[in-house]
């Protein structure tokens, strides 16, 4: 068994805590059980609960009840998992502010968004991050639901809309609308609609699974409206709906962010700009608040407002 290396911090009026301890205790908690934490790390499973035992033996009292039903904290185990969060993570600013003297930016964000976006602009502008930010590590989970902060140790989420979780931090980075968009290989064989009438039997590509998207939203100027549209071609992702409207399927009513590359490589053309919605969707950056004096958590951050942030009225 590899003996336990970890820097250890002297608490006054405590015997020695060990941080990865700690870190041990804190997942724990939020993974429910200590196989799982093993798993995770790949350790046995007896290492991780000689690590919480440590602690336990270190402060004489006990953190954790271990039942039929699972584990839960003792008040005691609440107090140092809440104090435990904010001591690991000066740590880790200590840590990151010294490792890079370069731009002092360094370590791993783990970024959760979603399909499109990963897809349509993160992953594309990655490597102008890494130019910027060379010992900056980027572990992307794409996820289409809101994903647990503290069960996927998340660092950082991109977010459309209103954030309503008051106990998470949320950022204004930038915003979006949406268009319509066809192929010009479409527009040559079936015409290119001057006015939303013109629309009419037209063929589509629509959102399988959320229904909002397929809603058709114009500007009161040429008379408003929702109009819903059925595609023959359908998609559970955007990223597949904008392969669809580029070979010449259907028309598109997409994220005038993730098409703008493919409108400048040719690919789609942008109708009836003028005259759709011109509502604006808030994009934000949402953490946790214990995260948002990281250097690599504050470097995502502006970099996502430097990504979203250019306003696209059209």
């Known amino acids: 068994m590899p003996r336990n290396t970890d820097t250890v911090v002297k608490v006054p009026g405590w015997q020695n805590v060990m941080p990865g301890d700690l870190a041990i205790l804190i997942r724990t908690v939020e993974l429910g059980s200590f196989s799982a934490v093993a798993r995770e790390r790949n350790l046995p499973t007896s290492s991780v609960s000689r690590a919480v ?35 690991l993570t000066k740590l880790a600013e200590i840590g990151e502010r010294l490792a890079v003297p370069r731009d002092g930016v360094s370590g791993m964000v783990r970024l959760a968004i979603s399909s499109s976006f990963a897809e349509g602009l993160i992953v594309p502008a990655l490597p102008m991050l890494a130019e910027r930010h060379p010992g900056l590590a980027v572990d992307v989970i794409v996820d289409d639901k809101a994903s647990d902060f503290s069960l996927d140790a998340i660092d950082l989420a991109v977010r459309v809309g209103s954030v309503v979780d008051e106990s998470l931090v949320a950022r204004h980075v930038g915003s979006f609308r949406r268009g319509l968009f066809a192929a010009p290989a479409y527009l040559r064989r079936y015409g290119t609609p001057q006015t939303p009438d013109d629309l009419e039997g037209h ?54 962010l993730f098409m703008r590359s493919r409108v400048l490589r040719g690919e789609a053309v942008e109708i009836l700009a003028g005259q759709c919605d011109p509502a604006h969707y808030p994009i934000y950056a949402v953490y946790l608040p214990d995260r948002q004096r990281l250097p690599r958590v504050q470097a ?7 990504l979203f942030g250019p306003d696209v009225s059209g």
């Open 53 to 87: 035992q440590r602690l336990e033996a270190v402060w004489s009292v006990r953190l954790l009840r271990r039942s039929t039903h699972g584990l839960s904290l003792t008040p005691e185990g609440e107090v140092a998992v809440d104090l435990g969060r904010s001591s």
């Open 203 to 256: 063929r589509f590509v629509s959102h399988q699974s959320i229904s909002h998207l397929n809603h058709l939203r114009f500007a009161p100027a040429v008379g408003g409206g929702d109009h819903v549209v059925s595609g023959r071609y359908r998609a559970n992702t955007t990223a597949v709906l904008e392969e669809m409207v580029a070979q010449g399927l259907g028309i598109g009513y997409l994220n005038e």
């Open 300 to 306: 995502m951050i502006e970099f996502l407002g430097e």
